[in-house]
């Protein structure tokens, strides 16, 4: 069975521009959450979704925001990027309601100039 | 500015000593813990899991124990093999529902030959 899929893989924009990251679940997951990584911060949880609506929410500002679609599949999309958006961006995806194994892809690691 | 990395402890074995990975929580009222592994480059690998309602789970080589009264969490790795080198993460989910984690800062675990 495939993992966790992000695409692209890396992506360098610059700032005020805006970016949509993708992920595919590992089949048959019905949850999907985004999680940031940086050297600052850490690992920190951006929201997560399941049959297409926002369950859960992190503590990020509302250029960040999200979807999911019917076959699960999930993107990010963020607004007018600042330099401090630059970050390993981690997709995860969880078998059901939770809580529950998450998987991670690979992630997005996106530069902001 | 220059942004400061979060500085992770490290633990260094000799290969085939048992290593002993040690994380506090801050939620007590977390009701279910997952612990990763992360190799430079890649994204987080689920090593193992553990609900509230249990204090010891035991996997291939893997060993997490709970310790709910003081918020421990530890990981212990039998027979350490170079492969095992990486970041080690635990990470508590909300209580709320759904799959949100919350990540610990990390230990860099270096095996020596």
């Known amino acids: 069975k495939a993992g966790v899929t992000q695409t692209p893989r890396y992506l360098i924009k610059t700032r005020g521009q805006q970016v949509t990251l993708s992920c595919s679940p590992i089949?048959?997951?019905?949850?999907v959450s985004w999680y940031q990584q940086t050297p600052g911060q850490g690992l920190q949880f951006l929201f997560e979704?399941?049959?297409?609506?926002?369950?859960n929410k992190g503590n990020f500002p509302g250029r960040f925001s999200g979807r999911q679609f019917s076959n699960s599949r999930s993107e990010m999309n963020v607004s007018t990027l600042e330099l401090g958006d630059s970050a390993l961006y981690l997709c995860?995806?969880?078998?059901?309601?939770?809580?529950?194994?998450?998987?991670f892809g690979a992630g997005t690691r996106l530069s902001v100039l | 500015g220059e942004s400061v990395g979060l500085h992770l402890p490290t633990l260094s074995v000799q290969e085939g000593d048992n290593s002993i990975i040690n994380c506090a929580y801050s939620?007590?009222?977390?009701?279910?813990f997952i612990w990763y592994k992360q190799e430079s480059g890649k994204g987080p690998q689920f090593i193992i899991d553990?609900?509230?309602?249990?204090d010891k789970r035991q996997g291939q080589r893997v060993t997490v124990l709970l310790n709910k009264t003081v918020k421990h969490l530890s990981l212990q790795i039998a027979a350490t093999q170079p492969g095992d080198s990486a970041v080690y993460f635990c990470?508590?989910?909300?209580?709320?529902?759904?799959?949100?984690?919350?990540f610990g800062t990390g230990t860099q675990l270096k095996v020596e030959l």
């Open positions: 990470a508590e989910n909300d209580t709320g529902g759904g799959n949100k984690l919350t």
């Open positions: 995860a995806s969880s078998i059901d309601r939770g809580p529950d194994i998450q998987y």
């Open positions: 939620n007590s009222a977390s009701d279910y």
């Open positions: 979704y399941f049959s297409e609506t926002q369950r």
């Open positions: 089949s048959g997951h019905r949850s």
């Open positions: 553990i609900r509230s309602n249990m």
